[in-house]
């Protein structure tokens, strides 16, 4: 079975369940709420792993759990 993985799902869904909000995430991880905009719509559609791992870890989720959110099966 082929795994697609969407960051922008990641993101949106992580965001929710955590009950973050752009402003949130950028004052604990220094990403401006403008960047955290651009990669929930999926303007901005390929962060390096360091941004990934930023966000994660500023949304208390380890880099495992963060993934599996944009996981489609």
Known sequence: MTHKFSFK??????M???DVT???LEEKIG???????AYK???NNN?????VKK????????L?????????K
């Open 22 to 24: 752009n402003q949130d």
């Open 41 to 43: 719509s999926g303007a």
């Open 16 to 18: 929710i369940i955590m």
């Open 9 to 14: 799902k990641a993101l949106n869904l992580a």
């Open 64 to 72: 495992t759990q963060f993934l599996s959110y944009g996981e489609f």
């Open 55 to 62: 966000i994660s870890d500023g949304l208390g989720l380890s």
């Open 47 to 51: 962060p390096t792993l360091e941004t």
């Open 31 to 37: 990403i401006s709420a403008s960047a955290i905009s």
